[in-house]
Nanobody
Framework: VQLQASGGGLVQAGGSLRLSCTAS????????MAWFRQAPGKEREFVAA????????RYADSVKGRFTISRDNAKNMGYLQMNNLKPDDTAVYYC???????????????????WGQGTLVTVSS
């Protein structure tokens, strides 16, 4: 699977952005997907994940209630809707995908074989 993330940009605190992840090359509907992020000087961290079927989601505590992950398997697309953005959300956001894994592995970066190139989100205060 080839992945390409887009939709990042500069937004003021309290604003919203929607990131998109375009998948190609294999049957996206058979793959679990996730979003991770990496802020300057920090390690990559989990943000949100969704099962291949769309039936199960996981969120980092820091984004619960503000971010929503979704997917459209018919279009080979994944999304991350980000509301009420905070300066601490500033990071490069990566979409990732992998063949079906155990639910307990959805939040772990090492579970994901395929990664997009990242899109920068900057939240100003």
């Amino acid at each position: 699977v080839q992945l390409q993330a887009s939709g990042g940009g500069l937004v003021q605190a309290g604003g919203s952005l929607r990131l998109s992840c375009t998948a190609s090359g294999r049957t996206f509907r058979d793959f679990d997907m996730a979003w991770f992020r990496q802020a300057p000087g920090k390690e990559r961290e989990f943000v949100a994940a969704m099962r291949y079927s769309g039936g199960t989601t996981r969120y980092a505590d820091s984004v619960k209630g503000r971010f929503t992950i979704s997917r459209d398997n018919a279009k080979n697309m994944g999304y991350l809707q980000m509301n009420n953005l905070k300066p601490d959300d500033t990071a490069v956001y990566y979409c990732a995908s992998t063949p079906r894994v155990a639910l307990s592995a959805l939040t772990t970066a090492s579970s994901y074989y395929y990664w997009g190139q990242g899109t920068l989100v900057t939240v100003s205060s």
